[in-house]
């Protein structure tokens, strides 16, 4: 068995067992960094993840991304994550909450956090919200494949938007 001298290198060598798919391995090195330290934030962010993609184990994912974000709010990469795991959940009182520390946090991607807004609103059926968010993900997008998805998800809306009026025509038609 390996010796590491320090939690960051047992954190690095999660990591790279997650690049090589040795899943259970990570899980293992990052359980045992924080039964060490449970204030490690970037150990709940991995497991997090791990539970999410992976597992498929929505509350403890969810219960890890929280710890992360309330252990270090100013961990940039925690964040989508997290709102992605809200939204798809519809857990409608965390995704503005969320949101807005993700807007106020350094080295998140605004274009992200509103492409994510944008698909809450669609979900709910709320197409002028939906509309607005993916115009404000647009106009922070910063590469040509933000650009791309959000064009995508905003042509989505208004075809969803035209389809609702033809309906509504021909129902009362």
Not at 14 to 36: C, D, F, H, Q, R
């Amino acid at each position: 068995m390996d010796t590491y001298y320090t939690i960051e290198e047992k954190y690095l060598q999660a990591v790279e067992e997650l690049s090589y798919g040795e899943t259970p391995k990570a899980l293992n090195l990052l359980n045992e960094l924080i039964a060490n330290d449970p204030f490690y934030a970037r150990a709940h962010f991995q497991i997090g993840k791990i539970y999410y993609y992976d597992l498929k184990d929505y509350q403890t994912a969810g219960y890890h991304f929280k710890t992360c974000m309330e252990i270090d709010p100013a961990f940039s990469d925690n964040y989508c994550h997290y709102l992605s795991l809200v939204v798809f959940l519809k857990m409608d009182k965390h995704v503005k909450h969320i949101a807005l520390a993700a807007l106020r946090t350094p080295g998140v991607n605004p274009s992200d956090i509103h492409e994510l807004l944008g698909l809450y609103a669609e979900k709910n059926k709320d197409w002028d919200k939906a509309l607005k968010s993916y115009h404000q993900a647009y106009m922070e997008a910063t590469t040509k494949e933000q650009l791309e998805s959000t064009e995508e998800s905003i042509g989505r809306v208004k075809l969803k938007m035209r389809q609702g009026i033809a309906y509504q025509y021909t129902l009362t038609g």
